[in-house]
């Protein structure tokens, strides 16, 4: 046990400083290319031999980015946007900025107004991803972005480059399947705080230092014993479940997450990239199959069916939907899909979040009711 | 055998509740103190209900602690959440409902209770003072009038001043303007409550309406909002004299209930 808090200790101090990650790719000689969510092609980054760096905000208050946004944008641009009008993202090379969402769709624009130095790279996706048209533009986007990759990189980059890096990320998502599963199954070891942040610990690491830290913690966990847990199980949903304050107060009322739909969790590693002969083609398929974002083009929202076959699968008591803050697609996913978890009458509640709240005693009343509605 | 007491305390955002149960069924004593967590509130309503029910500290068998200031508040035996206090008291006040609308100093809450008091789901307000108590004692001093006055005023109405901003500084504003153009004051305050229980009526409707509906918290004493909110949502509310009290009274019956689970 004490090896497996070590381990999840170590990946905690990876989040908890990802400036130091940063700097020692730098050290390496390595080019670091800052990654917005969602669904970016970082593969190709990694494939240039450069080490991607997600950007999911930091809990900070913002000040300069009030000159680009209204206060009515998600905390996760605002505070992505103030990093770079401070100066604190700078180091990077290149920022790849999908243009999936509202306020996305301004963030390059107002980044390259502001920060300047750091170039913007666009990546656009075909919402109707499932038509044979769809995959095409989303691969000729990926071999767009590519192209930037290769003149910021000042090299080439190969298909068999590609193809390399597509194995390490499916390696990669495989091993943050099996650590879920683990980490579901231990909950007595694997705290809300700790899963999330050995998750979250890959957007900053070499993505093969990620995998092979996971793949030894999950041999770690598959060796404990088997612990009675009369805590509570919760399913999580929406983009980000990272607060540090909001995991503690699950800890503090007993409960576990026993599986999740959260963009920046499992949303990334559920599905792999295909092998294809044109690896880009491979990864425009993966985003033809990926399920459960608010931000994909969703017909009958097979969210909310994924959602509640998750619940089910996990035996959860219950499903929390982190809620983000003036996140409009979520907002609108909202409706359709609890009306799915109340059909299947599985007991929900909304948590809604920001990352620059301070206060959280509304979300403890809401978690602590919550828990003892569950176990009444 | 001898009598058993338990007492709830509702450390609220802005006022402090206190109930004392006789054999968790008699209430024999209450108190309301306009202050709320981290002021001497808290303790001057323990002091206030204990003098009114003749007992001291010793006496009480279990001390629930409920609202916003519950987990600094020190000498409670339990701790319950406001969501599940007020489930509790509001099915104790008034048998039967199973839609709680619970305003409160600086929240609202919709709950659904099963025909036991049972919560079933809930949803709270999101963080902003539009639509709670906060957001009328702010229009009531704009008015220079005291919270208490303006339900009488409303009920003087014959028309509706629209207020239409959802945000208090907004709608603040709104009425500063309203007043200067001379409009009837007690038409403005009804349109004060309509902008309240449009509000409400949102986050209900987001949860569902679920007949018959109860109202609990400090702003179910304003008969103007209870009627407003029962125009906008289409439904009567049921509202009991000790609304203000059904978190306090909810946990004085959780502690009732977890002690007879003890014994």
Known sequence: MNEVKQMLAELEAVCADPKKQLSDALTQGKKCIGVLPYFCPEELAYAAGMQPFGLWGAEMQVNDSKRYYPAFICSLLHTVLEMGLKGMLNDLSGIMVPICCDSLKGFGANWQYGVGTVPVIDVAWAQNRRLDAGTEFTRAQFRKVLGQLEEIAGHSISDADITAAISVYNKNRAALRDFSAAAARHPEAVSPSARCAAIKAGYFMDRAKHTEALQTLTTKLNALPEASWDGLRVVTTGILADSPALLQILEDNHIAIADDQIAQESVFFRVDTPVTDDPVLGMAKRFETIEGCSVLFDPGKQRGNELVELAKAAHADGILWVMTKFCDPEEYDYVPVKRKIDAAGIPLLTVEVDQQMVNYEQARSAVEAFAEMLRA | ?263
């Open chain 2, 1 to 263: 055998m001898a009598d058993i007491y338990t007492l709830g305390i509702d450390v609220g955002s802005t006022t402090s509740k206190c109930v004392i149960l006789k054999n968790g069924s008699e209430i024999i004593a209450s108190a309301l103190i306009p202050a709320g967590t981290g002021t001497s509130g808290p303790g001057r309503a323990l002091a206030t209900a204990l003098e009114q029910a003749g007992l001291s500290n010793e006496q009480l068998t279990a001390v629930t602690a409920t609202g916003y200031g519950r987990n600094t508040y020190e000498g409670a035996d339990f701790l319950v959440s406001e969501l599940s206090a007020h489930a509790l008291g509001a099915a104790a006040l008034m048998p039967g409902v199973r839609t709680v609308i619970d305003i409160g100093g600086q929240d609202a809450k919709v709950l659904h209770i099963n025909v036991d008091g049972k919560l079933e789901s809930f949803l709270m307000n999101d963080k902003c003072a539009a639509g709670t108590g906060r957001f009328l004692e702010v229009m009531a001093r704009v008015l220079e009038k005291d919270v208490t006055e303006l339900a009488e005023m409303d009920a003087e109405a014959t028309g509706t001043v629209n207020i239409s901003s959802t945000c208090t500084v907004f709608a603040e504003s709104e009425v500063i303007s309203q007043l200067a153009k001379n409009v009837n004051l007690n038409d403005l305050v009804a349109g004060i409550h309509a902008s309240v229980a449009v509000r409400t009526a949102g986050l209900t409707r987001r949860l569902g309406v679920t007949p018959p509906v109860g109202m609990t918290g400090g702003v179910a004493r304003n008969a103007g909002v209870v009627r407003a909110l029962e125009k906008e949502l289409n439904t009567s509310i049921t509202v009991s004299p000790l609304a203000q009290l059904a978190g306090a009274y909810g946990a004085a019956l959780y502690g009732w209930n977890k002690r007879k689970e003890n014994e």
